[in-house]
Every structure is written in structure tokens, then in C-alpha cells.
């Protein structure tokens, strides 16, 4: 499991380049209202040991001394990326600590993009979606088309259910990036509602989509990753039909 600091590395990201990580969430815990089947952090019900989140004066001070750093020692940053054990929005503080971060991404790195990984279920929130829509890259997941395949891979809260979830995204008018997980179960696999999902992206017509497969030890025994060539004969259609689709393994 991930228990990451309020800022670490830069690491390489598949999808970001070199990223530097905010982690809204407890140092040695996990809180999230998704309890993914793939999820590199773990289950949430052993991240419970810390339930303390950072501040706003928290972060400001120790993104500022991490990119004081990377900057003195050269260090290059694609992406500055909310990310780490949960979901980064379930922070009381995000709309002020995104405003914060992009006047220190101004003043240091300049051209990086500042991106957040999130599992778009507060998209319906006001003040969330106003700071989503600040970043210049906002990935918000959708890995299923209905309720039951929801509750199959991402095992969310009670009340969750993406019809509000599509309803929300469709506020952001194609500009957000929409990322899902391909992956394989015991009898069922992601190929099962493909169609379905693409009815979906169609809706949504997001400026990208982030395919991806894991890639790394999940907490639920015996799933199975797709090969690169598989999910794109998955998005065949879309990619005929012009969307930008990233496809990572």
C-alpha cells in the first residue's frame, strides 16, 4: 500500500511525464468513498490508523519548499498532480489549496500543468467543480456504465450512481479528461460493457480519454490486465471516430 507525504517526488507518470504529487489525505491512512478492487493503495479499511488531512497552510508551505528544491537542483516537473490515498476532493480545504498551487506552479514552474486525479463523484458540488475547472487538466474517472459494474470494480459509498456522475461531467462541456480502468474479474472483464461505456464518452465528448490496465499489486487477488493491443481494439470505434484516446498498459 501507498502512504505517500503531503508533496512527494517527482515520480514518472505513465500518463503525466514527470509529476510531482500533493496528497490531500492522511501521511498513513487512506479515505476515499471509492474502495477500488484495483486500487495501489489498498483497502480503505486498512488505511484507518490516520485520519488527519493536511491545511491549506500545510501544502502552502510544503510545495513551496519542494519546488524551491526542484527548481535549485534543475529537477524538470510536467505536472503537479493532486493524487495520493483516496479522493483529493473529500479535502474541506481543495478549492483553496487548488487556487494556492497554481500561483506557486506561476512563480516556479511556470509551464507545468497542474493536473487532479479524482473519481468525479463531488463533480456535482459547486465549489468543486469551479476548482476543477481552474486546473489545466482535471481526470476524472468513470470505469463503468451502470450502477451494478460500479459497485463490481469501484465499490463506492452508498448513494453513488453515475447517471449523477454523467450528468455532472456533462457541466464541464468536453473540457476535462475522462479516465477508466480495463481490467478483468473472475467471469467478467471490462470488454462486457465497453459499448455501453462508449455511449457514454460519446455523450460526454471529453477533449481526451485516458484508457489504462494495472499495473501494480491490487488489494483483490486474480485480476487480470489488458495488453495495450487489446484496449485499443476495445476503442476502435471511438479512435474512428476522431477522440483523442491515450492508451496506456
Not at 490516520?50 to 524551491?68: G, I, N
Not at 456522475?165 to 462486457?192: I, Y
Amino acid at each position: 500500500m501507498l502512504r505517500e507525504d503531503t508533496v512527494f517526488g517527482p515520480i514518472f507518470s505513465r500518463r503525466l511525464g514527470s509529476s510531482l504529487g500533493i496528497n490531500l489525505l492522511p501521511r498513513n491512512g487512506k479515505i476515499c468513498n471509492f474502495d477500488c478492487i484495483y486500487c495501489e493503495c489498498g483497502w480503505n479499511k486498512d488505511g484507518l490508523a490516520d485520519t488527519r488531512l493536511p491545511s491549506a497552510k500545510e501544502v502552502r508551505e510544503a510545495l513551496e519548499e519542494k519546488l524551491q528544491a526542484c527548481r535549485a537542483a534543475g529537477t524538470p516537473i510536467d505536472s503537479i498532480t493532486f493524487s495520493g490515498d483516496g479522493e483529493p476532493t473529500l479535502n474541506p480545504a481543495f478549492p483553496e489549496i487548488v487556487d494556492l498551487t497554481l500561483a506557486l506552479r506561476d512563480r516556479f514552474y511556470p509551464s507545468a500543468r497542474v493536473s487532479v486525479l479524482s473519481n468525479a463523484t463531488r463533480c456535482g458540488v459547486l465549489r468543486i467543480f469551479e476548482a476543477l475547472r481552474k486546473v489545466d487538466n482535471p481526470i476524472l474517472k468513470l470505469d463503468a456504465a451502470t450502477d451494478a459494474q460500479a459497485r463490481r470494480v469501484n465499490r463506492p459509498a452508498k448513494g453513488y450512481r453515475v447517471a449523477d456522475v454523467v450528468k455532472a461531467l456533462e457541466r464541464f462541456e468536453g473540457q476535462f479528461v475522462l479516465q477508466t480502468m480495463f481490467l478483468k474479474g473472475d467471469g467478467w472483464e471490462t470488454a462486457d460493457w465497453a459499448e455501453d461505456w462508449m455511449e457514454i464518452v460519446r455523450r460526454l465528448k471529453p477533449r481526451e480519454v485516458m484508457v489504462y490496465t494495472i499495473d501494480r499489486e491490487t488489494p483483490l487477488q486474480g485480476l487480470k490486465k489488458y495488453s495495450v493491443e487489446e484496449m485499443r481494439a476495445l476503442v476502435r470505434p471511438l479512435l474512428d471516430e476522431g477522440y483523442n484516446i491515450q492508451i496506456k498498459g
